[in-house]
């Protein structure tokens, strides 16, 4: 990435027009392989790993400066390849300020066997393929700005959404049947937001939770509330390795449509979630809108991130066929405002992820079709 600063002025980072430098990062990949790049001691965040990229010049846009810099730097070309984009950052390192658009590239088996084995880009630069759960880990020094990015990447491309509670009324012990069912239809390590929809839900979780410890929870997260909290049931014997498995299996928590909109009206001020990252529920620009907002607000309290983003409906829904879906050219267009990764949900199966990829997002959530 470069050291010096483009001319480019940008009011997004306070009320004083600042020097910024505009970045496009690709995050390449091979299936679990991803290639970094090692900055020298005398660069600006030297003796530190780095995903490949570089300064987008005045006459290119994101993708453009991608394909040049990539192809600079490293000799591959991914003219052809499908780039989507992960989200927008803006970082200030104090010295330097700069705003990385960063995009997700996978290379075909081609590419990677033909790049692999190079230990060294066209600028001279160290190249290495790391392993996804050690890139995950923190085993590879990064730049701070590129933490945000190790987030996104933890997102997987399926995500399973529970049955509402409701939908076993017709059963002698509606919480019974809710809890059998998903304990044996959720596929193992699934990351699954649980919206039950119910009074005492939050106990209902964390019984799940306790049934499947090996699943990575999503719940919900209310705007008037500065912290979650979903404890064991005082049934569960052992209520405090109870609450440990509760707390480990949560990944992040979900703020609703209303709740993100309420936040951004009234509320921006307010701290939500201060352990763990969010996901937000958008069905429109206003909505994307204000998701940006508080994203940005998170970076700057050094809050774990906003992400991801479901954008719905996509298509007809089962739940609500009376609602308008947004369909994929208008989802697509949305999905390029928002600056954290997009998750399709509506009328969606897991087998779709392609065409979400090839729209702008990167996982595809829903109910029916994503049970064993």
Known sequence: ???????????????????????????????A?????????????????????????????????????????TGIEICDNTMVKLGRLHHNYGDKQVSLQIYKVEL???????????????????????????????????????QTILEWLSVPTTIAITYPLTHFDAT??????????????????????????????????????????????????????QTLTIEAPLAMKDTTTANSIVANSIVANQLSHTALL????????RVLSKNYPLIVSCHDAAS???????????????????????????????????TVPLGWESWSALAQLADMPIIGLGGLSPVMIHQVLEHGGISVAGIREFFE
């Open 1 to 31: 990435m470069p050291n010096e600063a483009d001319n480019h002025t940008d009011s997004s980072f306070n009320s004083e027009k600042v020097l910024i430098v505009n970045v496009a990062v690709a995050v390449i990949h091979h299936e």
């Open 33 to 73: 392989q991803y290639l970094l790049g090692f900055r020298n001691a005398a660069q600006h965040q030297g003796n530190r790993y780095e995903f490949v990229g570089g300064k987008i010049e005045a006459n290119e846009n994101a993708e453009q400066a991608l394909i040049r810099e990539v192809a600079e730097e």
């Open 108 to 146: 075909t088996a081609q590419q990677y066997e033909q790049h692999k084995y190079r230990q060294y880009g066209l600028e001279g630069q160290a190249l290495t393929w790391v392993n996804k759960a050690d890139l995950l880990a923190g085993k590879y020094h990064l730049p701070a700005a590129n």
């Open 172 to 225: 002698p012990d509606p919480v019974a049947a809710w809890l059998t069912f998903h304990q044996n239809k959720l596929t193992a390590n699934a990351w699954v937001y649980i919206r039950i929809k119910a009074a005492g839900s939050e106990s209902i979780a964390a019984q799940l939770m306790h049934m499947r410890p090996d699943i990575k929870a999503i719940v919900p997260c209310d705007v008037n509330a």
């Open 262 to 269: 309420q936040w951004s009206e009234d509320t921006q001020d």
């Open 288 to 322: 994307i809108d204000a998701a940006n907002k508080l994203a940005h607000a998170r970076l700057q309290q050094q809050l774990p991130p906003v992400i991801g983003a479901f954008l719905s409906p996509v298509l007809v829904t089962h739940t609500h066929p009376d």
